[in-house]
């Protein structure tokens, strides 16, 4: 199981780093995609951003590029999710999730139900 962790209670403008913890035998799959998933109240899951191994990219859902940045350490068995300029619409509880499937991330940001492997989410909250 994935399971994230960071989250908490801060203003809007301000930035927060979210932690997943990844099981090694992900990170040993010949082909994964590792995503941050959010979930704000009364909405439905939507995707933040995905790790595609077969390219190292990393995408992201338009709400939050040029603002998260996802980065990934396999030493440590981690991925994380840094988060600048927050707004109060990014409220919400934050997943990791890992696929292990050679599909593109465009297409599994929209998909979240798709993944393999999911964990418990943190939840972040943004007030103004």
């Known amino acids: 199981q994935l399971q994230a962790s960071g989250g908490g209670l801060v203003q809007t403008g301000t930035s927060l780093r979210l932690s997943c913890e990844v099981p090694g035998f992900i990170f040993d799959m010949d082909d994964y995609r590792i995503g941050w998933f959010r979930q704000a109240p009364g909405k439905e899951r939507e995707g933040v951003s995905c790790?595609?191994?077969?390219?190292?990219?990393?995408y992201y859902a338009d709400s939050v590029k040029g603002r998260f940045t996802a980065s990934t350490d396999h030493a440590s068995k981690a991925m994380y999710l840094t988060m600048n300029d927050l707004k109060v619409e990014d409220t919400a509880v934050y997943f990791c999730?890992?696929?292990?499937?050679?599909?593109?991330?465009?297409?599994?940001?929209?998909?979240?139900?798709?993944?393999?492997?999911w964990g418990r989410g943190t939840l972040v909250t943004v007030s103004s």
């Open positions: 999730a890992g696929l292990h499937r050679d599909l593109r991330c465009t297409y599994y940001l929209n998909y979240p139900a798709l993944s393999d492997y």
């Open positions: 790790f595609a191994s077969n390219d190292g990219g990393t």
